[in-house]
């Protein structure tokens, strides 16, 4: 899978996963609260009978008043009574939190019943009648939200890879579509292009006049242009799957053997290479490693400035390719070893290329650095260990 492809499936997944999370939280919260209205309901009938027996000995109490002190007592509730201006007259309540508004509160574990009374027994305008909450109702809300919510919410994931593999099947038809396309392309080009390279190769300059010479020059370019194009198509469809062909590589022959073959594109943008080679090695397969430093300085010409610079530093386990060309924004670094993924529309190429680098890096366990700003260059460097 792609890293554009990863991508858009992590982000879709991030905002399903966020709104089935709130819909899922709304919807708990609404269960909990019809089932809190439920159990305060099914409690309100059993809490009037406790208050109408409170208010019948409120009333003897205050009939026999003040022969007669002692405030009524229950083993199955405790009770409170407060006057017209809300001030507490006598309470056994566990919890004083007591709300007027409602007639039947849930706070702190504690049920409360609010009974007005029309008849100021003892001065008592409002009976609270307490039941501590068993939280019963409570656990069976906990099992219900963990049983039935983890299912929903695995069958919601469910959907949404469903979902996913659907929006995404467009970009992977065409990514398919255009693999394909560059297999029979290939297939194509290495006839043609053999023939070419080896023409020109076998022509003598020597005996050209001026006008013909520059001529073959732009021939040249043009056919070893396709020739990188040509090879990275086909390593990307065909080689890629051969088994390795480790050897320990002298890194500075390779890199000038591929300056001097890139010398003739290079010249044609007016682009000079500063070389600063120390010796370094590297075990590696010689054919991947070509494909790595070819793709950099094809690269470093592709998107330089017309006369600039391209600069090669080898140090030991250390090697920096860096241009003064058009550059890319930072927050794109990320992306650019994307397969097809392409940030200069003008320039050719299925941008393929840098995906290969990367690939073979991560085979090699090669780390990879890039800087770069836009409109004054790129450096990207590899950094081996032994």
């Keep these: 899978m792609l890293r554009s492809e990863k991508k858009s499936l992590y982000r879709f997944f991030a905002l399903y996963v966020s709104l089935i999370t709130i819909a899922m939280v709304l919807l708990a919260f609404y269960y909990y609260e019809s089932q809190r209205q439920l159990m305060l309901s099914d409690k309100r009938a059993t809490l009037a009978q406790y208050a109408y027996v409170q208010t019948k000995r409120l009333k003897v109490l205050h009939h026999f008043f003040p022969e007669r002190r002692e405030y009524p007592r229950d083993p199955s509730f405790k009770s409170a009574i407060y006057d017209i201006q809300y001030n507490k007259i006598f309470s056994l309540l566990e919890s004083e939190d007591v709300s007027f508004d409602e007639e039947i509160t849930l706070k702190d574990g504690y049920i409360h019943y609010l009974k007005g009374l ?223 993924l392409r940030f200069n529309r003008s320039e050719g190429g299925f941008g393929v290329g840098l995906s290969i680098v990367k690939k073979i890096l991560d085979e090699y366990g090669i780390r990879i650095e890039v800087t770069s700003k836009e409109s004054e260059g790129t450096r990207m460097v590899l950094i081996w260990s032994e």
Excluded: C
């Design 118 to 340: 029309d008849t100021f027994y003892l001065g008592t305008r409002y009976l609270i009648i307490e039941i501590k909450d068993d939280g019963l109702w409570l656990q069976k809300i906990w099992h219900d939200l963990l049983l039935y919510g983890s299912i929903a919410f695995v069958l919601f994931l469910l959907l949404g890879i469903y979902l996913a593999k659907l929006f995404l099947k467009p970009m992977r038809d065409s990514i398919m579509l255009l693999d394909r396309f560059i297999k029979d392309t290939t297939h194509e080009l290495n006839t043609p292009l053999s023939a070419i390279l080896a023409n020109i190769e076998m022509m003598d300059t020597e005996v050209m006049v001026e006008k013909n010479r520059k001529k073959l020059e732009r021939i040249t370019i043009a056919a070893k242009t396709v020739s990188i194009l040509y090879k990275d198509l086909t390593y990307l469809t065909l080689e890629q799957e051969k088994k390795n062909e480790d050897e320990v590589l002298d890194i500075k022959a390779i890199i000038k053997d591929r300056v001097e073959y890139f010398d003739v594109l290079a010249r044609s943008k007016q682009v000079s290479f500063k070389l600063s080679l120390g010796d370094a090695t590297i075990l590696m397969d010689r054919r991947k490693f070509t494909r790595i430093i070819d793709n950099l300085i094809s690269n470093a010409i592709k998107y330089n400035k017309r006369k600039g610079e391209i600069r090669i530093v080898l140090e030991k386990h250390r090697l920096s390719i860096s241009d003064t060309g058009i550059g890319i924004a930072e927050e794109k670094i990320p992306f650019m070893f994307d397969r097809y």
